[in-house]
Nanobody, 128 residues
Framework: QVQVVESGGGLVQAGGSLRLSCTAS????????MGWFRQAPGKEREGVSC????????YHADSVKGRFTISRDNAKNTLYLQMNSLKPEDTAMYYC?????????????????????WGQGTQVTVSS
């Protein structure tokens, strides 16, 4: 059974930093591209960042470029999201998931329809 667990969320002031982690079990982690998504109350889930299976290619939403960095450690079955210069509009529940489609493009990388094995999420709250 596949399990995906996010951690590292919390309350931080604007301009601060957080590092999210996501561990996955029950799947061959290194075979999957992985992504981070977020959903704020009353809003649709949006793609934040994606990383290829090898870690050689990354994609970021325009809203987080230059502030967020996605990385992975396949030996530890762990995905990371380093979030710097946080803004109140980054407040959301953050989820990680495994990319389930053949072929990875910039458009598909941030589209939740191409993902499966979702975690329960970790809350990030940025105060102004």
């Amino acid at each position: 059974q596949v399990q995906v667990v996010e951690s590292g969320g919390g309350l931080v002031q604007a301009g601060g930093s957080l590092r999210l982690s996501c561990t996955a079990s029950g799947l061959t982690f290194g075979d999957y591209a992985m992504g981070w998504f977020r959903q704020a109350p009353g809003k649709e889930r949006e793609g934040v960042s994606c990383i290829s299976w090898s870690g050689s290619t990354t994609y970021h939403a325009d809203s987080v470029k230059g502030r967020f960095t996605i990385s992975r450690d396949n030996a530890k079955n762990t995905l990371y999201l380093q979030m710097n210069s946080l803004k109140p509009e980054d407040t959301a529940m953050y989820y990680c998931a495994a990319y389930s489609f053949v072929g990875l493009t910039a458009v598909q990388a941030l589209d939740a329809r191409y993902y499966k094995y979702w975690g329960q999420g970790t809350q990030v709250t940025v105060s102004s």
